[in-house]
C-alpha cells in the first residue's frame, strides 16, 4: 500500500535523521522532495501546495533547527499534516435513523461498488449487529443484479429477489416495502454504473435517491485511478451530494494521490476503504494509522484488530496465557499459521509491521512462498496428539509417516520443524521477558520462510 510514496519518504526523512543539526536550507530542500514525492504520487497540486504551506513555518522554525532531534520533529510535523488533509479522525457509519435506514452507493462501472455493497452490509451486520438487507438497481450489465444474490448467499446477508425487466425505480420502492414488510433495519442500494458520467445515469441517481431517501450517498471509487477519482467524486458531489466515500482497491494502490487528495478537495470523508477481494478484506479509515503506514511506521492497531475480529478474545487471552508459560506446540502454532492465513498470508501482516519496508528488498529475496501455510497445516494436521505436544520425538519414521499423511515431502516437514524451533525459541525469550527488536526479522527465519 503507497509502496512508492512511503519508499521515497523513508529516503527523505533518513538524510534529515542521520544530520546531527539543520539548516535552514537543508530543510527547505528536504521540503522541496517531499513536494515532489507527492506530486509523483499523484496527489492533487492545490492538495501539496496546502500541504507545504503548511509545514513549511513549522519546519524550518528556530525551535526545530535548534532541536536535538531536528530530523524526528520533522517527521511528526509531516505526519500531523498528513493526518489533517487525510481527515484528521475516522468516521463510522451513520445509521442514527428511523428504520428501514437507506444507503446509497453510487460510482463509475468497475469501480467495486457490487463488491463493496456486499462488504457494507456483512460489517453493518456483525460490527452493529443489524439486519441488513441489499437490493441491486443495475439492469443494465450483464449478470449484475446475479453478482450481488450470490455474494448475499454467500455471507448470509437478505438480497430483494429478482424479478425480470423491473426498473430501478420500481425495484427501489419494492425494496423499501420488502425492508417494511421482513423488519430490516438498513438497506443497501446498489446503483447501475456506467464506463463515464453522462446525463442519463445522473437523473437517474437524483430519482432514485429522491424514492429511498438515502442517510448516506456514498461515492464507491477505486484508489488506482488517483486524481481521476477524485474528478469523479467532485462531479457526483455536485448532483447527488455526497455523504462520504469508500475507496477500493487500495490494497494494490503504490501511489496513494487518491487517498489524500479526497478529503481536502472534495470535503466528504473517506469512510471505508477496501484492501482485498474478501468480503472481510473491508477497513474503517483511520487517518492517522493510514499516515503512520505512509511514512513506514507500519499499523499494529489494525493487525490486532483483525486478529480479535478473525480469532475471539477469549482465544487471544488463552494464547497469551499459555505464551506467558513459556508455552508453544505445534497447536499453538497451527492457530497462528490459520490465523495469518485469515488476515491476509505472510504478505498481509508483514505489511502492517513497523520498519517492515526498509527490509523489503530482503523480504523479496527471500521469496516467500504463501503455500507454505497450506502445507504447515497440513503437515501439523497430519501429526498425533503426542507428536504436537513434543515434536522432538518425530524421529526418521515418524517423518515418512507424517509426510504421507500430508501428501509433502520430507524436506518440507524438516523445514517445518527449524520454523518451530526457531518460533519455540522466540517465544521462550518474550515470555522471559527479553525484548525480540521491533522491524526485526532474523535472516536465518527469512530462509526458512521460502
Do not use: W
Request: net charge positive; aromatic share 2%.
Amino acid at each position: 500500500m503507497f509502496e512508492n510514496l512511503t519508499n521515497k519518504l523513508e529516503s527523505i526523512f533518513s538524510k534529515l535523521k542521520s544530520a546531527p543539526s539543520l539548516t535552514e536550507e537543508q530543510v527547505d530542500s528536504g521540503l522541496k522532495e517531499i513536494r515532489l514525492a507527492l506530486l509523483e504520487a499523484d496527489v492533487a497540486l492545490s492538495v501539496v501546495k496546502e500541504f507545504i504551506s503548511n509545514v513549511k513555518p513549522k519546519a524550518i522554525g528556530q525551535e526545530i533547527i535548534k532541536s536535538t532531534s531536528p530530523g524526528q520533529m520533522i517527521v511528526k510535523i509531516v505526519y500531523d499534516e498528513l493526518v489533517t488533509i487525510l481527515g484528521s479522525k475516522n468516521e463510522e457509519i451513520n445509521l442514527k435513523a428511523v428504520p428501514p435506514i437507506s444507503i446509497l452507493l453510487v460510482g463509475l462501472q468497475g469501480s467495486g461498488k457490487t463488491t463493496s455493497a456486499a462488504k457494507l452490509a456483512s460489517l453493518i451486520q456483525n460490527k452493529h449487529k443489524k439486519k441488513v438487507m441489499v437490493a441491486s438497481l443495475d439492469v443494465y450489465r450483464p449478470a449484475a443484479q446475479e453478482q450481488l444474490k450470490l455474494l448475499a448467499e454467500k455471507n448470509d446477508i437478505q438480497c430483494l429477489p429478482i424479478v425480470d425487466n423491473q426498473q430501478p425505480l420500481d425495484i427501489s420502492k419494492r425494496a423499501l416495502n420488502a425492508a417494511n414488510l421482513n423488519g430490516s433495519d438498513v438497506i443497501i442500494f446498489d446503483t447501475a454504473g456506467r464506463t463515464q458520467i453522462d446525463l442519463p445515469m445522473m437523473s437517474e441517481i437524483k430519482k432514485i435517491k429522491e424514492i429511498t431517501n438515502p442517510v448516506e450517498t456514498i461515492l464507491v471509487a477505486d484508489s488506482l485511478t488517483g486524481q481521476i477519482a477524485v474528478n469523479i467524486a467532485k462531479e457526483f458531489d455536485t448532483v447527488v451530494n455526497l455523504s462520504s466515500i469508500i475507496l477500493t482497491r487500495v490494497d494494490g494502490d503504490a501511489r496513494g494521490g487518491a487517498a489524500l487528495s479526497m478529503k481536502q478537495v472534495t470535503g466528504k470523508p473517506i469512510k471505508y476503504i477496501g484492501v482485498g477481494e474478501k468480503v472481510s478484506d473491508f477497513e474503517m479509515f483511520h487517518p492517522d494509522r493510514l499516515a503512520n503506514r505512509i511514512l513506514g511506521m507500519g499499523d499494529v492497531v489494525t493487525l490486532v484488530e483483525k486478529a480479535a475480529q478473525n480469532l475471539g478474545e477469549e482465544k487471544i487471552k488463552e494464547t497469551e496465557e499459555e505464551l506467558k508459560k513459556g508455552i508453544f506446540t505445534m497447536d499453538t502454532y497451527l492457530s497462528q499459521l490459520r490465523q495469518m492465513k485469515k488476515m491476509g498470508g505472510m504478505e498481509g501482516v508483514m505489511s502492517m509491521l513497523p520498519g517492515v519496508n526498509k527490509m523489503k528488498a530482503k523480504i523479496d529475496q527471500a521469496n516467500i512462498d504463501e503455500k507454505m501455510l497450506i502445507e504447515n497445516e497440513a503437515i501439523i494436521l497430519s501429526m498425533t496428539k503426542k507428536e504436537k505436544e513434543n515434536p522432538k520425538i518425530i524421529s526418521g519414521s515418524r517423518r515418512k509417516r507424517i509426510s504421507k499423511g500430508a501428501g509433502v515431502d520430507v524436506s518440507k516437514i524438516n523445514k517445518l520443524l527449524k520454523q518451530f524451533k526457531m518460533m519455540s525459541d522466540m517465544m521462550k525469550k518474550m515470555s522471559q521477558g527479553k525484548k525480540i527488536p521491533s522491524g526485526m526479522i532474523p535472516d536465518e527465519m527469512l530462509n526458512q520462510l521460502k
